[in-house]
């Protein structure tokens, strides 16, 4: 079955980091790419980065450059994303997608669930 | 860098015609794609590479783009449809999303 699955939601305190796993079943997993998107309570969606998983190529929105690191381990064919000092305004449904493996990119045609992060102290 | 507009919201009547707009410059030079999201659900893309629908999606969701403005239209509108709506395009390797478009059945 295809599909992407995601760790569990998560509390974190400002300052601290959290990585989020999606684990990829029902397809080669080296044949594609993982981008990961946002979404603040009740606003919209915001593209945080993308990584191929076929050669680890990688990129991040402007704003998130030095606070996201985007990897993979294709032996368990899972993407990870971790973002550093965590900030109150961080806190929102991340979700991870499946896209094509570099340029031209195509659109995210599997999601996964969503895991929720909320940054409180 | 790319950023896409889209009208806050739109209301329509059950079995008219909805249409949302996606506006960025030169926007007719990439592929756009559009996805559904309903509350507590995960994004689902109706439309990608401008105008194709993927298995499963319903003939009356149709795309296209030109210029500097990408269009999403569902037809024959019915209360199923009542989502939040998403334009996307990607500026070299970076993905951007349009600001939304709330879509309203009345």
């Known amino acids: 079955q295809l599909q992407l699955v995601q760790s569990g939601a998560e509390l974190k305190k400002p300052g601290a980091s959290v990585k989020v796993s999606c684990k990829a079943s029902g397809y080669t997993f080296t044949l594609y790419g993982i981008s990961w998107v946002r979404q603040a309570p009740g606003q919209g969606l915001e593209w945080m980065g993308w990584?191929?998983?076929?050669?680890?190529?990688?990129n991040s929105a402007q704003n998130l450059q030095g606070r996201v690191t985007l990897t993979t381990d294709t032996s368990t064919s899972t993407a990870y994303m971790e973002l550093r000092s965590l900030r109150s305004d961080d806190t929102a449904v991340y979700y991870c997608?499946?896209?094509?493996?570099?340029?031209?990119?195509?659109?995210?045609?599997?999601w996964g669930q969503g895991t929720f992060i909320t940054v409180s102290s | 860098s790319l950023e896409l507009t889209q009208p806050p919201s739109v209301s329509v009547s059950p079995g008219q015609t909805a249409t949302i707009t996606c506006s960025g410059d030169?926007?007719?030079?990439?592929?756009v794609c559009w996805y559904q999201q309903k509350p507590g659900q995960s994004p689902v893309v109706v439309i990608y590479q401008d105008s194709k629908r993927p298995s499963g999606i319903p003939e009356r969701f149709s795309g296209s783009n030109s210029g500097n403005t990408a269009t999403l239209t569902i037809s024959g509108t019915q209360s199923v449809d009542e989502a939040d709506y998403y334009c996307q395009a990607w500026d070299t390797n970076t993905g951007v999303f349009g600001t939304g478009t709330k879509v309203t059945v009345l």
């Open positions: 990584i191929s998983a076929s050669n680890g190529d990688t």
């Open positions: 997608a499946r896209g094509s493996s570099g340029w031209p990119h195509d659109a995210f045609d599997v």
């Open positions: 030169k926007l007719g030079d990439t592929f």
